[in-house]
């Protein structure tokens, strides 16, 4: 059964720019959750979504965003990308939430410069 | 609310020797609690967890932990390093209630010498 993929792997953009990433969970999962991971703030909780809703939000500004497809697959969104949006955005899928083992992708890292 | 202490940002042990790396949780309802592990340039990997039931849970590449209610803690522990544990590890604890959110840990990165 193939993993969680991420594209693009890595993204270079600048200010103000806007970036859309995407994740394609395991076959069969209905979560997917994703993380900003940078060296200052460690790993943090972006957002959850689960049948095509979101169901559990972090303490992100809402220039931060998602959506989740009839398939599971799931994008987020950056508008008017800042210079501390630089980080390595990780997605995790799993069967169906609440407290399940989360899977990773490998994560798409962005520079914004 | 639930929150993730990893104590020593760094550890150094050298090939052969115990790791023990430390993590200690605070949480209003029984936990779940995970340990994932990083290699550079690469997501996270899933070492172990714990749930329910026993409590001491033993996961890949030779890893186990202990949940100790008592100490609200749960140590990674190997008993004998290889070269190839050198990574970042994060301790992580579930959010109850229908939703998959994890809450991390800052991270321990270890170093194995020869």
């Known amino acids: 059964k193939a993993g969680v993929t991420q594209t693009p792997r890595y993204l270079i953009k600048t200010r103000g720019q806007q970036v859309t990433l995407s994740c394609s969970p395991i076959?069969?999962?209905?979560?997917v959750s994703w993380y900003q991971q940078t060296p200052g703030q460690g790993l943090q909780f972006l957002f959850e979504y689960f049948s095509e809703t979101q169901r559990n939000k972090g303490n992100f500004p809402g220039r931060f965003s998602g959506r989740q497809f009839s398939n599971s697959r799931s994008e987020m969104n950056v508008s008017t990308l800042e210079l501390g949006d630089s980080a390595l955005y990780l997605c995790a899928s799993s069967v169906s939430g609440d407290q399940e083992t989360q899977y990773f992708g490998p994560g798409t890292r962005l520079l914004v410069l | 609310a639930q929150s993730v202490t990893q104590l020593g940002s760094h550890v150094s042990v050298s090939e052969g020797a115990l790791v023990l790396l430390r993590c200690n949780y605070s949480?209003?309802?029984?936990?779940?609690l995970f340990w994932y592990v990083q290699y550079p340039n690469q997501g996270l990997q899933l070492l172990l967890k714990?749930?329910?039931?026993?409590?001491l849970v033993k996961g890949i590449n030779g890893f186990e932990a202990e949940f100790k209610k008592s100490e609200t803690s749960f140590h990674l522990t190997k008993p004998s390093a290889h070269m190839s544990d050198a990574a970042e590890y994060f301790c992580a604890v579930s959010h109850s209630g229908n939703t998959d959110k994890l809450i991390f840990g800052t991270g321990t990165r270890l170093q194995v010498f020869p």
């Open positions: 949480s209003s309802v029984p936990p779940y």
């Open positions: 714990y749930t329910t039931g026993a409590t």
């Open positions: 076959s069969g999962h209905r979560s």
